[in-house]
T-cell receptor, first 116, second 113 residues
C-alpha cells in the first residue's frame, strides 16, 4: 500500500535562507508521481511542484526544487531564498496510477515558519 | 480559466443531523473529482474520487457518501452526523489527461456539536 512519511513536524528559519523538507514514500509500483503542496493559514492548498518517477532530473519551479533520490524512496523539497510568505504547512503526496488508480496519499505535513 | 467553488464555507451542525456539502468546477469538461477530509492540524485523507458522471469510488469509509449528479458537480453527504465528522472538507479536481496535479477548493469547515 502507498505510504508517505514526513518526519519533520515543524521547521523555523530566517528569511532569505535555504530550507529542506524531507519526505519518504513506500510504493509497490515502478511508476508513480510525487507532489508537494502548500497550505496557507487561510486553509488554501496550492500545488507547488511535481516529480515523475521515471525522470532522473530533479524538478525545479521558481525558488522550489526537489531532491529526488529514487533508491532511497526520498523526495525532499528545497526552498531557496525563503520569504516571510513561505510560512505555511507543506505536504508531500504520491499517486500510483497503476495500483492506486486515482488514490492520492498525503504525508502528515511540515510546518515552516520564516522569520525576518 | 477553471474555477472551483465549494459551499458552504462553514457549517455548525448537531450530532445526528444530515449534511450536504458541494462543489462545482467551471471551465473544465470531464474533470476527475475528489473529496478530502482534514482534521485540525492533520493530514489530508482522501474520501472519494470520481472520474465520470454517476460513478464514485470510495477510498475510506467514514459513514459518508458522495455523488456526482453532473459533470461539474460533486456532492458529499450523510444522513446522520457524528462528532468525528468535524474538520475541514476539501473538494479538488484534476484534468485526467496525465497532468495529475490537484486543484483544491477553499474548503468547508464543519463543526459537529
Amino acid at each position: 500500500a502507498q505510504k508517505v512519511t514526513q518526519t519533520q513536524t515543524s521547521i523555523s528559519v530566517m528569511e532569505k535562507t535555504t530550507v529542506t523538507m524531507d519526505c519518504v514514500y513506500e510504493t509497490q509500483d515502478s511508476s508513480y508521481f510525487l507532489f508537494w503542496y502548500k497550505q496557507t493559514a487561510s486553509g488554501e492548498i496550492v500545488f507547488l511542484i511535481r516529480q515523475d518517477s521515471y525522470k532522473k532530473e530533479n524538478a525545479t519551479v521558481g525558488h522550489y526544487s526537489l531532491n529526488f533520490q529514487k533508491p532511497k524512496s526520498s523526495i525532499g523539497l528545497i526552498i531557496t531564498a525563503t520569504q516571510i510568505e513561505d510560512s505555511a504547512v507543506y505536504f508531500c503526496a504520491m499517486r500510483e496510477p497503476g495500483t492506486g488508480g486515482y488514490k492520492v496519499v498525503f504525508g502528515s505535513g511540515t510546518r515552516l515558519l520564516v522569520s525576518p | 480559466a477553471q474555477t472551483i467553488h465549494q459551499w458552504p464555507v462553514a457549517e455548525i451542525k448537531a450530532v445526528g443531523s444530515p449534511l450536504s456539502l458541494g462543489c462545482t468546477i467551471k471551465g473544465k469538461s470531464s474533470p476527475n473529482l475528489y473529496w478530502y477530509w482534514q482534521a485540525t492540524g492533520g493530514t489530508l485523507q482522501q474520501l472519494f474520487y470520481s472520474i465520470t458522471v454517476g460513478q464514485v469510488e470510495s477510498v475510506v469509509q467514514l459513514n459518508l457518501s458522495a455523488s456526482r449528479p453532473k459533470d461539474d458537480q460533486f456532492i458529499l453527504s450523510t444522513e446522520k452526523l457524528l462528532l468525528s465528522h468535524s474538520g475541514f472538507y476539501l473538494c479538488a479536481w484534476s484534468t485526467g489527461t496525465g497532468d495529475e496535479r490537484l486543484f483544491f477548493g477553499h474548503g468547508t469547515k464543519l463543526s459537529v456539536l
